[in-house]
């Protein structure tokens, strides 16, 4: 400092210093800046005075004051578990978080000292009131019920603090290790139980499919049965027509079935279980028409005879003479020769009779087959 200053001016000169000091410490408190999402309350001479929004504000240096900033997004805050009792005498721990946020800066502020305490012991006093009205298994499947009462009860009672309550949500909810343990019993009884419901539902299904395929089938194999034994019976209908027809359009003579009767006498004993076998009654008739038929003398009563023998009396008329020259002129075929060569008749006439048996078969077959289906034409036809 030079020494030609006297006293006086540096006492000046401090006094100008301290005034230029003052002046820019109101100019600083006289320029307030509020961020976005934050509210200021502003008090002059300690009197609530405004709320400074976001952006720029102006105050009265010295005479304003900020009492306090709040912060206006939601906020999340976790409580610690709390004990509770279900109304069956069970406890169990609650974690609950809330979501809030702050609707009015200036109740915040002045209408309640510590908003975050009241809220945590109105939540816990409200939690223990509604899961005391439930049993461990509504509390433990009714959260969605528990978070709606719990959220109207908070919101109703912070709304005079400026505070609204947007969620409230139960974290976990743990109960006793004993309690657990037999729930978890209880849950994996009650899954076997459920896996052998659905097994036995299975099985009963998969049976009755079974008892219906096989009915289906045993009604089809039955109808089949059915038809097939009906077509077998007009065939062999038919087949026994034709051949009773063949024979009789055949003309076979009484001799030829007698001895064909004869021959199949000796077929009808042949069987290795035959101990012992009776000779028919009309045998002898048998016998004699084949005798009969080659000249032989019966074994019944007899016509006139000679003294030479059995004659047959026989009325040739006029011309007895030329028979009995024709009779003595003739030469008769070996015996065997003949049966032989009836026995192929016979089964000529036999085959005959079989195909005509096969033919009407055939036709009746397709005449069925038309009836069932007339559109439908029949293969032999088709060919």
Do not use: C
């Amino acid at each position: 400092m030079p020494e030609n200053f006297e006293p006086g001016q540096i006492i000046l000169w401090i006094l100008l210093l301290v005034i230029i000091l003052f002046i820019g410490a109101a100019l600083f408190k006289a320029v307030r800046i509020v961020s976005q999402g934050e509210a200021q309350i502003v008090e002059r001479l300690g009197k609530y005075h405004r709320t400074l929004t976001p952006g720029m504000h102006f105050l009265v240096p010295f005479i304003d004051q900020i009492r306090q900033r709040v912060d206006l997004r939601e906020q999340v805050v976790p409580f610690p578990p709390q004990p509770v009792i279900t109304s069956d005498n069970i406890v169990v721990n609650i974690d609950t978080v809330i979501y809030y946020q702050v609707t009015g800066p200036e109740a915040a502020t002045y209408e309640i000292a510590n908003p975050m305490a009241g809220i945590e012991q109105l939540a816990v006093t409200t939690l223990r009131n509604i899961i005391g009205s439930m049993d461990m298994e509504q509390a433990l499947t009714g959260r969605d019920q528990i978070n709606g009462q719990l959220r109207g009860v908070l919101d109703e009672a912070t709304g005079r603090w400026g505070i609204r309550v947007n969620r409230v949500e139960l974290k976990a909810i743990d109960p006793p290790a004993t309690v657990q343990s037999a729930m978890e019993q209880q849950m994996k009884a009650e899954r076997d139980r459920r896996a052998a419901i659905l097994t036995a539902e299975g099985i009963k299904q998969s049976a009755i499919l079974t008892a219906e395929g096989e009915k289906q089938s045993a009604i089809l194999r039955a109808e089949g049965d059915a038809q097939s034994t009906i077509l077998r019976a007009q065939g062999e209908s038919r087949a026994i027509l034709q051949v009773f027809d063949a024979i009789h359009r055949g003309n076979a003579d009484p001799k030829l079935l007698a001895y064909e009767y004869i021959q199949m006498l000796p077929k009808i004993a042949d069987s290795e279980s035959s101990k012992m076998w009776i000779i028919p009654t009309e045998l002898t008739e048998a016998l004699n028409s084949v005798t009969q038929g080659f000249g032989g003398k019966p074994n019944g009563p007899t016509v006139d005879t000679d003294d030479n023998g059995y004659q047959p009396k026989v009325d040739f008329g006029e011309d007895e003479d030329d028979v009995a020259d024709a009779l003595r002129n003739t030469a008769l075929p070996d015996i065997d020769d003949a049966l032989a060569a009836a026995k192929g008749e016979a089964a000529r006439a036999t085959d005959e009779a079989s195909e005509a048996g096969e033919t009407s078969g055939r036709r009746a077959r397709r005449d069925d087959l038309k009836g069932q289906d007339p559109d439908r034409p029949h293969p032999d036809e088709s060919k």
